[in-house]
C-alpha cells in the first residue's frame, strides 16, 4: 500500500519504517526541514535499537522515503497517518493544535478518496472534530473516511513492539475503510480490533493509565514492604505469577515518567472530569508517584544527613533503560532536587547525555559509568539500564569516601551488597 505518515517524530518515524519493512511504500512527512535532512542524509533524531540499520536498509531499497511536503505525501498516498505531538497545557488537558493544523493541511491537499488515520493520542471524540475540520477545509469536494489508530509501542523496544504487535486497535465510523486498513496490518499478523472510534481513542487512555496504575499499585506495596521488612520483588513474582495479573509493569522504582504516562494520565483525569465524572482512582495514581519521588529523596538527605556539598554519582539520566529520552525523566527530576539542596553531581548515561545537558547545566558528565563513583559520597541508580549491573562494585567501593548506594530501580541484591561491604537502600526490600 501507499502510505504517508505525517510527523516523523518518535510514533512516526517507527511507524513509517515498519511498514516499509514489510513492504509498504511509505513517506514520511515532517515540518521540521533540518529534520527531513538529517534523516535524508542518513542521520538519526532518536537513539532506539535496531532502528537506524532498519531506516537505511528500507530507504536503500525505495520503500522509504523524506519529505517535508504534506501536499506531496497526500497526493501520492491513499492513508495518510496523522502521527503529530500532542503536548499537555499547564491545565491537564491536550494542546491538539498540530492535529488541527494537519487535518487542515490535508483538506486542503486532497484532490481524491483518502483515509485519514490518527495515530496520535488523543481526546475521546478527537476523531469527529477531525472529520468535521476535513470536511470544513475541503469544501466537502471529495470523500475520505477518519479512521482512530492508537499506538502502544514502548521506548526502547519500538521496533519490536511494532513489529509484533499484541493487538491492533481500528476505530472506525463506516465499513469503508476497513478493508485497507485490514491489509497496511494483515503483514504483521496481529489480532485486529475494529470499533468505534471513541471506543478506540478511549482504549489508548484506558491503556496507559492502567499500566501506570499498575506500577503505582506496587510502589504502594513498595512502601508496606519496606515498613514490614518484606522484599517488594517477592511479593511482585508471587502476586505477577497470577496470569489476571501478570508480572510485567510490577517492577517497583522512583516513579515512572516519560512523555507518555504523566501527559496521559493528566489528560484522561480532564476528559473524565468535561465528561462529568470525577476519576479519583487516577489521582491518586499520580499522588503515589509523586510521593515515590519524594520518599527516596528523603531517604537520601536522611542517610547522608546534609546534602550540601556532597559530591554524588548517578547512574542514569534517561526516564527508562534503552532511550536517550529525558523528558519527564525521573533521573533528572532527582538530580535536579539534589542540586537544589547544594549536591555536586557526577552524572553517566549510556545514551541520554546529551539530551541532558540543557536540563542539568551544573553536573559533571563522565563518559564511564565506572568513573562516576570518584570521590563520591553515595552512588544513585536511577535508570534501569541493564549495563549498570555490571558496574565494577569493588572500584566503586574503592574510590568512593564511604560505600553507600541508593538504588532507585532495584538492579542489586540487598544480601550480596551487604556481603560486599555496601551500605545499600532499595526499594521495598
Ligand atoms: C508507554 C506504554 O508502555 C506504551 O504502551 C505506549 O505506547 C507509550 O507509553 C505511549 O503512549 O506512547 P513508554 O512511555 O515508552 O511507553 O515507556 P514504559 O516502558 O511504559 O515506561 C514508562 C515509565 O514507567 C518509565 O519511567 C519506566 O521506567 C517506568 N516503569 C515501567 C516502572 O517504574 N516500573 C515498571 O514496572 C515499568
Same mark, same amino acid.
Given at each position: 500500500?501507499?502510505?504517508?505518515?505525517?510527523?516523523?517524530?518518535?510514533?512516526?518515524?517507527?511507524?513509517?519504517?515498519?511498514?516499509?519493512?514489510?513492504?509498504?511504500?511509505?513517506?514520511?512527512?515532517?515540518?521540521?526541514?533540518?529534520?527531513?535532512?538529517?534523516?535524508? @542524509?542518513?542521520?538519526?533524531?532518536?537513539?532506539?535499537?535496531?532502528?537506524?540499520?532498519?531506516?537505511?536498509?528500507?530507504?536503500?531499497?525505495?520503500?522509504?522515503?523524506?519529505?517535508?511536503?504534506?501536499?506531496?505525501?497526500?497526493?501520492?498516498?491513499?492513508?495518510?497517518?496523522?502521527?503529530?505531538?500532542?503536548?499537555?497545557?499547564?491545565?491537564?488537558?491536550?494542546?491538539?493544535?498540530?492535529?488541527?493544523?494537519?487535518?487542515?493541511?490535508?483538506?486542503?491537499?486532497?484532490?481524491?478518496?483518502?483515509?485519514?488515520?490518527?495515530?496520535?493520542?488523543?481526546?475521546?471524540?478527537?476523531?469527529?472534530?477531525?472529520?468535521?475540520?476535513?470536511?470544513?477545509?475541503?469544501?466537502?469536494?471529495?470523500?475520505?473516511? /477518519?479512521?482512530?489508530?492508537?499506538?502502544?509501542?514502548?521506548?526502547?523496544?519500538?521496533?519490536?513492539?511494532?513489529?509484533?504487535?499484541?493487538?491492533?486497535?481500528?476505530? /472506525?465510523?463506516?465499513?469503508?475503510?476497513?478493508? &485497507?486498513?485490514?491489509?497496511?496490518?494483515?503483514?504483521?499478523?496481529?489480532?485486529?480490533?475494529?470499533?468505534?472510534?471513541?471506543?478506540?481513542?478511549?482504549?489508548?487512555?484506558?491503556?496507559?493509565?492502567?499500566?501506570?496504575?499498575?506500577?503505582?499499585?506496587?510502589?504502594?506495596?513498595?512502601?508496606?514492604?519496606?515498613?514490614?521488612?518484606?522484599?517488594?520483588?517477592?511479593?511482585?513474582? @508471587?502476586?505477577?505469577?497470577?496470569?489476571?495479573?501478570?508480572?510485567?509493569?510490577?517492577?517497583?522504582?522512583?516513579?515512572?515518567?516519560?512523555?507518555?504516562?504523566?501527559?496521559?494520565?493528566?489528560?484522561?483525569?480532564?476528559? &473524565?472530569?468535561?465528561?462529568?465524572?470525577?476519576?479519583?482512582?487516577?489521582?491518586?495514581?499520580?499522588?503515589?508517584?509523586?510521593?515515590?519521588?519524594?520518599?527516596?529523596?528523603?531517604?537520601?538527605?536522611?542517610?547522608?544527613?546534609?546534602?550540601?556539598?556532597?559530591?554524588?554519582?548517578?547512574?542514569?539520566?534517561?526516564?527508562?533503560?534503552?532511550?536517550?529520552?529525558?523528558?519527564?525523566?525521573?533521573?533528572?527530576?532527582?538530580?535536579?532536587?539534589?542540586?537544589?539542596?547544594?549536591?555536586?553531581?557526577?552524572?553517566?548515561?549510556?545514551?541520554?547525555?546529551?539530551?541532558?545537558?540543557?536540563?542539568?547545566?551544573?553536573?559533571?558528565?563522565?563518559?564511564?559509568?565506572?568513573?562516576?563513583?570518584?570521590?563520591?559520597?553515595?552512588?544513585?541508580?536511577?535508570?534501569?539500564?541493564?549495563?549498570?549491573?555490571?558496574?565494577?562494585?569493588?572500584? &566503586?567501593?574503592?574510590?568512593?569516601?564511604?560505600?553507600?548506594?541508593?538504588?532507585?530501580?532495584?538492579?542489586?541484591?540487598?544480601?550480596?551488597?551487604?556481603?560486599? @561491604?555496601?551500605?545499600?537502600?532499595?526499594?521495598?526490600?
Amino acid at each position: 500500500m501507499k502510505i504517508t505518515i505525517i510527523g516523523t517524530g518518535y510514533v512516526g518515524l517507527v511507524t513509517g519504517t515498519c511498514f516499509a519493512q514489510v513492504g509498504h511504500r511509505v513517506i514520511c512527512v515532517d515540518n521540521d526541514p533540518a529534520k527531513v535532512k538529517l534523516l535524508q @542524509g542518513g542521520g538519526m533524531p532518536i537513539y532506539e535499537p535496531g532502528l537506524e540499520e532498519l531506516v537505511n536498509s528500507n530507504v536503500a531499497a525505495g520503500r522509504l522515503r523524506f519529505s517535508d511536503s504534506t501536499r506531496e505525501g497526500v497526493e501520492q498516498s491513499d492513508v495518510i497517518f496523522i502521527a503529530v505531538p500532542t503536548p499537555p497545557q499547564a491545565d491537564g488537558s491536550v494542546d491538539l493544535s498540530f492535529i488541527e493544523g494537519v487535518a487542515r493541511e490535508i483538506a486542503s491537499n486532497m484532490t481524491a478518496y483518502r483515509i485519514v488515520v490518527d495515530k496520535s493520542t488523543v481526546p475521546v471524540k478527537t476523531g469527529e472534530k477531525v472529520t468535521e475540520t476535513i470536511k470544513r477545509y475541503s469544501k466537502g469536494r471529495v470523500e475520505f473516511d /477518519v479512521v482512530s489508530n492508537p499506538e502502544f509501542l514502548r521506548e526502547g523496544f519500538a521496533v519490536d513492539d511494532l513489529m509484533h504487535p499484541d493487538r491492533v486497535v481500528v476505530g /472506525v465510523s463506516s465499513e469503508r475503510p476497513v478493508q &485497507a486498513m485490514r491489509e497496511v496490518y494483515e503483514p504483521f499478523k496481529a489480532p485486529i480490533i475494529v470499533t468505534d472510534i471513541s471506543s478506540a481513542e478511549l482504549i489508548k487512555h484506558a491503556a496507559n493509565s492502567f499500566l501506570a496504575l499498575k506500577i503505582s499499585y506496587i510502589n504502594a506495596i513498595s512502601v508496606v514492604c519496606e515498613a514490614a521488612g518484606a522484599n517488594v520483588q517477592e511479593v511482585a513474582n @508471587g502476586i505477577g505469577m497470577d496470569k489476571r495479573i501478570g508480572r510485567q509493569f510490577l517492577d517497583a522504582s522512583l516513579g515512572f515518567g516519560g512523555s507518555c504516562f504523566p501527559k496521559d494520565l493528566s489528560a484522561f483525569i480532564k476528559i &473524565a472530569e468535561q465528561l462529568g465524572y470525577d476519576f479519583g482512582l487516577l489521582k491518586e495514581v499520580q499522588r503515589i508517584n509523586s510521593d515515590q519521588m519524594a520518599r527516596f529523596v528523603k531517604k537520601i538527605a536522611s542517610t547522608l544527613w546534609v546534602l550540601k556539598d556532597k559530591r554524588i554519582g548517578v547512574l542514569g539520566l534517561a526516564f527508562k533503560q534503552n532511550t536517550d529520552d529525558v523528558r519527564m525523566s525521573p533521573a533528572i527530576d532527582l538530580c535536579q532536587r539534589l542540586l537544589k539542596e547544594g549536591a555536586v553531581l557526577r552524572v553517566h548515561d549510556p545514551q541520554a547525555m546529551e539530551k541532558a545537558r540543557p536540563l542539568l547545566p551544573t553536573v559533571t558528565y563522565v563518559g564511564e559509568m565506572n568513573e562516576v563513583a570518584e570521590g563520591c559520597d553515595a552512588l544513585i541508580v536511577a535508570t534501569e539500564w541493564p549495563e549498570f549491573k555490571k558496574l565494577d562494585l569493588d572500584r &566503586a567501593r574503592r574510590n568512593m569516601s564511604h560505600p553507600i548506594m541508593f538504588d532507585g530501580r532495584n538492579l542489586f541484591d540487598p544480601k550480596e551488597m551487604e556481603r560486599l @561491604g555496601w551500605i545499600y537502600k532499595s526499594i521495598g526490600r
